[in-house]
């Protein structure tokens, strides 16, 4: 007789232990616990990207004028490895300096205000107290904040813009005047600063800034970045120029591009690079005796007023873009804090910086360079500007407030500034006038109430005197 059991037993709907059935049952259970396990995993890292917040670095070469770059058309190799940070950013032609001096220009930067508004008007003066930055703002975020700088300017108790870092480093470690002074830092000496800063922190959301102050007179030589000075064709410059000090300068800005390259490479090291949002820029321009001026501060033409700026999105949004609209270093703060999603407050007074508008008008203001007395209560009620400009469309109208002359520019047709139209279009420039006048009265009306905003006297010391000195503010 047969068994019913074993025909059953041997039936395709019972599962035996050791049946190919179970095994394929077994692999699918497996299969699909493993993929959940990715999955979830691979869920989870996604989530963490997300939520880690962007580090923010900002890159800052003091003086450095936007001609003197490649991916500004300059035609000598002086940046390599800045125009290769360009292919990677948004890059703005036409961006401008509140204040083509140290102190007042990165004060503005960081506040997003002009400099009578923050206070720093000269060097040697500081922001405000109640004056908040956009450090503030990080920190308050939990950013861990950090800053290496490398100009005596720029010192905290001189400026104040030490303001909400946990690290305000002073790198002033190059020696001028036959090794006796030293108000600057170089850049190899930054670099390391900053690579040990990072090798501590990179895991964390941070802000950094990190400035250099090679091209900054007195200007060195840099033989390995000398570019074939025979060679140079003299008609794009001002015919003011002072050509040997314009060969030291382009060394200066080759040396600096080169150490620029190290800490980009630093940065791409665990892809803090690809995620970080970057922004470079500088402070001011440089004058090489073009319009009687050397050096810069006192005056507001293009040569000190025209400035880089770029800013590196994460992973290569936006890569290579290059916009045309006038903006102002003044608009980097609310920039930063739109990209990261925060909001802004009401006394940052800049724009967006991607959002283009028609029209915008963009105000600078000149001061004499350092303090060179003991400053006290009511020192700001005496620290007015020298110079005024208001830049719109690729024109630019200037006055000077002590003799009440005006000059006007085409910027675009005449970059150097060597064609003063005011005389031509004066019948026309009525619209101008009004909104540069309206400017000056807002500054000279807060010039009168700044005396209340200061409660401590600050003072300035034999040795800041000193150094500021040699680094050509009086
Ligand atoms: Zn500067």
New binding site residues.
Partial sequence: MKKSGTTTASGPWIKRPDSGGDKIFRWRILFLFVTWIVLFAGANRLGAEQARPDPVIIIAV??LRADRLGCYGYPRPTSPELDALAEKSVLFTRCFTPSP??TP?FASLLTSMPPHRHGAKRNGLPIFPKVETLTDLLKARGYRTGAFIS?WPLKAKLSGLDRGFDTYEEVFDKKRWLGTINPEGRAPTVNERVFEWLDRCEDEPFFLWVHYSEP?APYLHHEEFDFDYNRWNKKLYHPDSDFSDMRNYDTEVGFVDHHIGRLIDRLGKDGLFDRAIVVFMS??GESFGEHGERGHGRKLFNATLHVPLMVKLPRDRRAGTRMQHEVSLEDVAPTLLELLGLDRPDWMIGRDLFIPEAGRAIFSEAYKGAVHFRRGRYYHHKVEPIAYSLVQAGEKLMLSPRNHRYRFFDWIHDPLEKRNLYLKRKSRLGAWQRLLKGYVERVEDYIQISKQLVREPGSMSEEDMEKLKTLGYF
Wanted: zero cysteines; glycine letters at 0%; charged letters at 20%.
């Fill in positions: 003091d003086t001096l140290t220009a100009s900054h402070d001011h």
